[in-house]
């Protein structure tokens, strides 16, 4: 609330989950803005959602609550709809469409959820929307977490400036992969025509 | 990772702000506190403290680091995985008496394991420090329990401190090592799942490591014995009522806002952290005094005092799991007789299970101060989205040894019967009780898996069953090693199945006793271990070797007494893995094959496989167990018959499903399995030995008299066929006609049948003798037409009662079925032989249907002929009296007999005497008759021979009243109504043709019942604009131009076990139902994309046991080559 910024990133165990908090925490520690963070990961390896807390400001520790999430970031769609309730009327939701579908879905006994329909909902009922639609062809997906970074670092909510995210690519990256990472984080912040409109036919 | 040790080992002088998750908080706090020894067992949430000293671990003994870090080498840690939490703690306490300062970390369930030791030593006495860390897990996210172990430190006296966030645990787990030392106690420091998984920020300080040299000391304490104990208990509690702990109280129990408040709240753990976040942002902090416990026992009777009598309204007790705090503080109430209201568990629905939240603590915050939160504002709505997703639980890895393993028990042990039990253990390996593997019946603590088999198995003595234990290999050696010798000794009877794949996988891949990935450490290999403790039943299994792993569980699994496998090969995770799989090679999947069906665009919407799976388990089963596969396909049935679905219910027992697989596609399932030809069988190109034996199951399953007198299933499809308005006439009532009316009458279509005898069923009914078949089963058959509706006309002919040209027009189609009743004559016969002494082979096997031979005993008839129906007269001619002498001339050799080998066979067999390369030169009535017959290639004279009776059985052509009706325009050279091989459509616009009198015709069972099927697709491509082709054309087609193998297949006893028979074949077939590796393996990197699997490359960890699931053989490597084991 006053003074806080609260961020929940949601994902399926392997795609990155974890260490996107970590660059967050890092770079708000390169920043001077406090930071907590809370990590639920335990079978995170083996495919299972992952979701992961992150605040921003004074007298909070990276906890969430219902309606009290100001940023969601889905690096999966389903993940993204499962953590709906955390958002409020003055969030951004920041969902890339990188489906990865479960076990259920494949086995024909349930369907995978109607994005276009939960897209076009948030655009109506929350303050902003960013729908990565595109497949980001020849990126590689070991980086495109990097690229919603960028993507999340143009948001006007999100506190910490380009100059420490860059830094926190830079020491918490593995050294053969930072350059990969910062250009995949760059072309996020440049590439806009992907966030509006919602691309059909997806 | 260098970077982290660096910063971790690293002493600051002036304090250095780290973010840190609390678990290397402690880890940070205890290296700034001087530990020199730490002794733990893996497990979440606990795991990332050891992995710090397993990191710091390896880089101080990394020879590399001795020059560039010699600061951070100095004082090097020991560090060790133990085997169980029972032994990391015994061995801590062990280092502690020799005066090392120790840390022992675990999971909230490996306290339970190592609390032998806890429960004595605080009797006893420790020398240097020790620290217990124990990680609770309120909420289960990853434990089979959410036990509250802050009780640990009631029931085994020990002090325990209980931190709200990673600073807490940093600042507590530093502390915890004074106070050990102070006391001579070990000290617990429990988190929580929240705190050890939290980041925050930490300001590490400096590192002053305690120099204590090795030392042991002999004391009498070291000796438990019971003379002991009792003085011991009293000074323990004497000890934790020193005043040594005072002090530690001041530091570590806190007030926040004090002054003279309204409302005061006690609380500990991360309860605090929510607390102070709702409090600060309601802007309550005027209102509320707050006392936050973070050293909770010894009780801090005195802290909790003093705030009782602050003179609060009223008193809040806020804690997660149970109500230690609460009830300790409604003691002093009572015992110091404070009036003030104390409110906790119950209230505000706070309970005493699953995890604190802050939503929680806001509405609690709310009812105890009566007043509204802040919130955001909701979205209305919004909530619904996030309801009723489908779930994302955990799964294997693509590329998981236990799936392999798995999936061959799934192959083995039927679900449903419940006679075999699954005792399943903790760690991925337990995994495998989630869809779609669903293979584990039990799952309770680590370990048990073992126990719980082996006491299953005795309870269940008198049932009878096997039952079978699963672990992965850590746990076997954590606890289940112990277990399996019980077994050994106690005589037990169980399968063992230890899943080895060298690592503790759930966790993340630590070392035990398995462990090949470090070379720190002694190796144990399982087996020997076995051996060594009296197992005779022990042997490795490779589980990607999927035919081997079969049989041997298959083997394991009908072994009395204790039985082991272990099922060996590297977790993905490890180095080992990347040899171990193909990873130069890709896995490819055929569309053609996946979930295609190759058999049913004639009925398309009419499948009568079962959709379970189960039929696609008989079908992979077959595919691991059969030493013959068998493409379906080779034997194509002229009829179209599913053979794949046919055996394949068969397999499964299920005879009922495999008979109207049949009937979906004919009506003859007795007949053809009396007589039909079996072009399926003869044509396949296979050895007898991998012949599935297609006719004679079919024998089998329509001999069932219960349910081949059950038409339900074909009545119930016309009950689902659009009536279609439109009605066809069949001229000719024998197997093709019937066959043609059978298929339209149960595609809504209005039939009628016009027969010229007095009965249906053709030759088929009036010639084949009935040693050949059961004509009651053959009436029966045909008599179900009338009962789907269709609507007979008896003594009706073309030119006799009907007009070709009245039916056109009377019916949208019509379908001539006509046969050809009439035997060429022969004139050498024919113009020599009155008739008394003559007969054409059909007139002659009617009689003898009917019994009106006129032929008395000892005759000697000669029959004339060599194919099928002159067998069918000779056989006749000797089944009519034994003492009969049969010949047969015929103008072909033996090898181009048109007759089938096998009725030749049967001729022979019988004492029928057979003239190859003959014909009857001349032919003489003398009292008896006398025939000369000569060679057909020599044309001179073979023998002369003297019989009784002659049947002339050569070709056949139709009536000539049918010929005068149909047009000789309409008609082939050789007596044949002249239609499209396709569809049967004569030149005439709506007349169709079938049977033996259609051009190019086979003259069979099959092939009349095949070619009556054509002409009814062609009746419905014609007037409904049907889009298919007649799917069993080529085989149709075929029946002419293939040259017969002539292979009998081998004969199976139907007494004995049908299923045991065919086990050894693998009749496949790619299936459109199919589904099989989803429903059954659920491999993450297989995706079904528009009904067909891909393979998601990024994920496929090339295993290649998909190669072996697919029953399709659809999915295969794109290059040649095989996989290796290392091992």
């Known amino acids: 609330m006053k003074g806080t910024v609260k961020i929940l990133v949601a994902g399926v165990g392997g795609q990155g989950v974890v260490f996107f908090t970590d660059l967050l925490v890092e770079a708000a520690m390169h920043a001077d803005i406090p930071v907590g963070s809370s990590e639920i990961y335990g079978l995170a390896q083996r495919g299972g959602s992952v979701t992961a807390g992150i605040t921003f400001g004074e007298h909070t520790h990276g906890f969430l609550e219902k309606a009290g999430v100001d940023i969601l970031v889905g690096l999966e769609p389903l993940e993204a709809q499962r953590c709906a309730a955390y958002l409020h009327r003055g969030s951004t939701a920041i969902i890339d469409n990188n489906r990865i579908y479960p076990y259920a879905v494949n086995a024909g006994m349930e369907a995978y959820p109607d994005v276009e329909k939960f897209i076009e909902f948030l655009k109506e009922n929350i303050r902003k929307v960013v729908y990565i639609a595109d497949d980001l062809g020849s990126l590689e997906p070991a980086v495109r977490n990097l690229f919603v970074l960028g993507k999340l670092s143009e948001e006007e909510t999100f506190p910490i400036p380009d100059q420490y995210l860059v830094k926190a690519i830079e020491n918490i990256v593995k050294p053969g992969s930072v350059q990969a990472s910062l250009q995949a984080y760059k072309a996020g912040r440049r590439n806009n025509e992907l966030m509006y409109p919602v691309k059909k036919g997806w | ?1127």
């Open chain 2, 1 to 1127: 990772m260098k970077n982290k040790v660096v910063e971790i080992l690293t002493s600051y002088s002036t304090p250095r702000q780290v973010s840190a998750i609390g678990n290397e908080a402690i880890a940070r706090g205890a290296l700034e506190a001087g530990v020199s020894g730490v002794f733990s067992y893996p497990g979440t949430p606990s795991t990332e403290i050891s992995e710090v000293f397993n990191m710091v671990c390896n880089f101080q003994s990394n020879f590399e680091n001795e020059d560039d870090y010699p600061q951070l080498i100095k004082n090097r840690v020991y560090f060790e995985y133990s085997i169980n939490e029972k032994v990391a703690l015994e061995k801590a306490i062990a280092y502690s008496i020799g005066n090392k300062s120790a840390m022992c970390v675990m999971k909230n369930v490996g306290m339970n394991v190592a609390s032998d030791a806890l429960m004595s030593v605080t009797y006893q006495t420790i020398v240097a420090p020790l620290v217990i860390v124990v990680c609770d897990d309120p909420g289960c996210h990853s434990s089979s329990n959410e036990q509250d172990s802050r009780y640990w430190g009631n029931m085994a006296s020990a002090p325990v401190f209980n931190p709200a966030t990673p600073g807490d645990a940093y600042r507590m787990t530093k502390e915890a090592f004074r106070l050990s030392e102070a006391l001579r106690l070990p000290v617990l420091v429990r988190t929580t799942t929240r705190v050890s998984h939290s980041r925050g920020m930490v300001a590490y300080n400096e590192i002053r490591p305690a120099i204590r040299q090795p030392f042991f000391e002999r004391m009498p304490e070291h000796i438990n014995i019971p003379a002991r104990t009792a003085a011991a208990h009293k000074k323990l509690l004497e000890k934790l009522g020193s005043d040594t702990v005072t002090p530690f109280f001041a530091e570590f129990n806190r007030t926040y806002f004090p002054g003279n408040k309204e409302y005061g709240i006690i609380s500990s753990g991360v309860a605090t952290s929510y607390l102070l976040e709702v409090v600060h942002r309601n802007e309550l902090s005027e209102k509320v005094e707050i006392l936050d416990l973070g050293l909770i026992y010894p009780s801090p009777e005195n802290d909790i005092l003093s705030f009782l009598n602050k003179g609060f309204k009223k008193i809040l007790v806020l804690e997660e799991l149970n109500p230690i705090i609460e009830n300790a503080t409604r003691k002093i109430a009572q015992v110091h007789r404070v009036e003030t209201e104390i409110l906790g568990k119950n209230f505000g629905g706070i309970g005493s299970t699953g995890e604190f939240s802050l939503e929680i603590i806001d509405t609690v915050i709310g009812a105890f101060f009566g007043q509204k939160t802040v919130k955001y504002k909701e979205v209305e709505g919004l909530e619904s989205f996030s309801q009723n997703l489908p779930p994302r639980p955990p799964a294997l890895c693509s590329g998981c040894p236990h799936r392999a393993s798995y999936y061959a028990l799934k192959l083995l042990i039927p679900r449903e019967n419940g006679e075999v039990i699954l005792c399943g253990d903790i760690g991925c390996s337990g995994l495998g009780a989630l869809p779609p593997l669903k293979m584990i019946d039990t799952i309770n603590h680590m370990g048990m898996s073992i126990s719980m088999a082996q006491g299953l198995a005795e309870a269940m003595k008198e049932k009878g069953g096997k039952v079978i234990a699963m672990l992965g290999d850590g746990t076997f050696f954590h606890s289940g090693v112990a277990s399996l010798l019980n077994a050994v000794y106690t005589k037990s009877n169980l399968l063992v199945i230890i899943f080895d794949n060298r690592t503790i996988g759930m966790t993340g891949h630590q070392d035990h006793p398995g462990a090949t990935h470090l070379d720190k450490y002694n190796q144990i290999e399982i087996l020997p271990l076995l051996k060594g403790m009296g197992i005779k039943n022990a042997e490795a299994i490779m589980p990607f070797d999927m035919k081997d792993t079969y049989h041997k569980i298959e083997k394991a699994l009908a072994t009395e007494g204790v039985s082991v496998l272990v099922s060996k090969a590297p977790c993905v995770f490890l180095p080992e893995y990347k040899e171990f799989a193909r990873q130069d090679a890709k896995i490819t999947v055929d569309h053609s094959r996946c979930n295609t069906c190759q058999n049913h665009l004639d009925h398309e919407i009419y499948c009568s496989r079962r959709g379970s799976s189960q039929s696609n388990l008989s079908r992979a089963i077959a595919k691991i167990k059969a030493d013959k596969p068998v493409d379906a396909r080779d034997l194509a049935c002229p009829a179209n018959i599913c053979n794949h679905g046919f055996f394949h219910s068969i397999l499964e027992k299920d005879y009922k499903t495999a008979l109207d697989m049949v009937r979906d596609k004919m009506l003859f399932a007795r007949a053809c399995g009396d007589i039909c030809h079996r072009p399926c069988e003869l044509f396949s190109g296979h050895s007898p030995e991998s012949i599935v034996p297609v006719k004679q199951l079919k024998k089998y399953v329509s001999g069932i008299e219960a349910n081949f007198r059950d038409f339900t299933n074909a009545k119930e499809r016309i009950r689902h066929s659009a009536p279609k308005g439109k009605s066809v006439a069949v001229v000719g009532a024998g197997p093709a006609g019937l066959s043609a009316a059978y298929d339209l009458v149960r595609e809504g279509y209005q039939v009628e049948v016009f027969e010229k005898e007095a009965a249906a069923g053709g030759l088929i009914k009036y010639v084949i003798p009935d040693f050949r078949m059961d004509k009651t089963g053959f009436d029966f058959e045909v008599g179900q037409l009338e009962e789907l509706g269709v609507v007979f006309h008896f003594k009706k002919a073309l030119g006799k009662g009907i007009r070709l040209e009245q039916l056109r027009k009377d019916f949208d189609s019509v379908i001539l079925s006509l046969g050809m009743g009439k035997v060429k004559p022969l004139p050498a016969v024919a113009d020599n032989l009155p008739a008394n002494r003559w007969s054409d082979g059909l007139a002659f096997l009617k009689k003898y249907n009917n019994k009106s031979l006129p032929i008395a005993g000892g005759s000697r008839i000669l029959v004339i002929g060599g194919g099928n129906s002159a067998m069918d007269a000779a056989r006749a001619a000797k089944h009519h009296h034994a003492s009969n002498e049969v010949f047969v001339s015929c103008i072909e050799s033996l090898e181009t007999m048109p007759a089938f080998e096998e009725e030749v066979k049967h001729a022979r067999d019988e004492g029928i005497v057979i003239m190859p390369s003959s014909y009857a030169h001349q032919c003489l009535e003398n009292g008896s008759v006398t025939v000369v017959l000569h060679g057909y290639i020599s044309r001179s004279l073979l023998k002369t021979l003297e019989v009784d009776y002659i049947v002339v059985a050569i070709d056949q052509v139709g009536e000539t009243g049918d010929y005068a009706e149909v047009g000789a325009e309409n008609l082939s050279e050789k007596g044949r109504i002249i239609a499209d091989e396709h569809n049967g459509l004569s030149n005439l616009s709506n007349v169709f043709v079938a049977g033996d009198i259609c051009a190019g015709n086979h003259m069979s069972l099959i092939g009349a019942i095949a070619s009556g099927k054509r002409a009814a697709v062609g009746v419905r491509q014609q007037l409904e604009g049907y889009n298919f082709p007649y799917e069993g054309l080529n085989a149709l087609l075929g029946l002419n131009g293939k040259r017969k193998e002539q292979h009998a297949s081998l004969p199976f006893n139907a007494n004995g076990s049908l299923t045991e028979f065919l086990s050894k074949f693998n009749l496949f077939q790619s299936c459109e139902k199919c589904n099989h590796c989803i429903d059954n393996l659920g491999c993450p990197a297989m995706i079904k994309a528009d009904g067909k699997i891909v393979i998601d490359q990024a994920k496929c960890t090339k295993c290649g046991l998909c190669i072996d699931v697919c029953p399709n053989d659809a999915i295969s490597w794109a290059e040649n080559g095989k996989m290796e084991s290392v091992f």
